[in-house]
């Protein structure tokens, strides 16, 4: 559980992170070790997910060091998909993480929406959707461990 009031933003409830894998927590396949452990450090505090098409087969092995619920889509309909899996955490107690298109519902369905440049870039779909942009993986999780960062950003 996590609470913040950003003032002319809102006042937020986090419960849940739902993050995208390819391009968002990982590049080339490949989740950082600071990664990790930023991501471990939050699990303590937020459920996680990780939702992806698993585009390349890995998803297991990638999230192997993290603790994090992983579910692969199998729809087709990835954006769609990722969406009403918010939706049914509860859109308004979740963070969510992506650089993908298809990430752009989920970004926009959640109380806070972080998009993540990182080395394979991101849709400025999804840009468009998130509330912050971060360039890193690792400043979008700090930022997620000290909410003083996050009210800087935020805040109107
Ligand atoms: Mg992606």
């Known amino acids: 559980m996590y609470r913040i009031n950003i003032p002319g933003f809102k006042d937020l409830n986090i419960k849940y992170l739902v993050s995208d894998l390819n ?14 452990a930023l991501m471990n450090k939050i699990s303590q505090n937020l459920k996680v997910y990780i939702i992806t098409a698993d585009t390349y ?3 297991g092995e990638a999230c192997r060091t993290l603790s994090a619920d992983l579910s692969i889509l199998r729809t087709g309909k990835e954006k769609e998909e990722k969406a009403s899996f918010v939706k049914e955490l509860g859109g308004q107690e979740t963070v969510t993480l992506g650089n993908g298109a298809n990430d752009e519902l989920m970004l926009e369905q959640a109380a806070l929406g972080i998009v993540v440049i990182g080395e394979e870039g991101c849709s400025t ?11 890193d993986i ?7 461990l000290d909410p003083e ?6 805040r109107a």
């Open 23 to 36: 391009g968002t927590l990982t590049n080339k396949g490949i989740i950082k070790e600071t990664t990790a």
């Open 138 to 144: 690792d400043d979008a999780l700090r930022m997620l």
């Open 57 to 59: 087969g890995k998803a």
């Open 125 to 135: 779909r999804a840009l468009l959707k998130a509330d912050i942009v971060v360039k």
């Open 149 to 154: 960062i996050l009210k800087a950003t935020l």
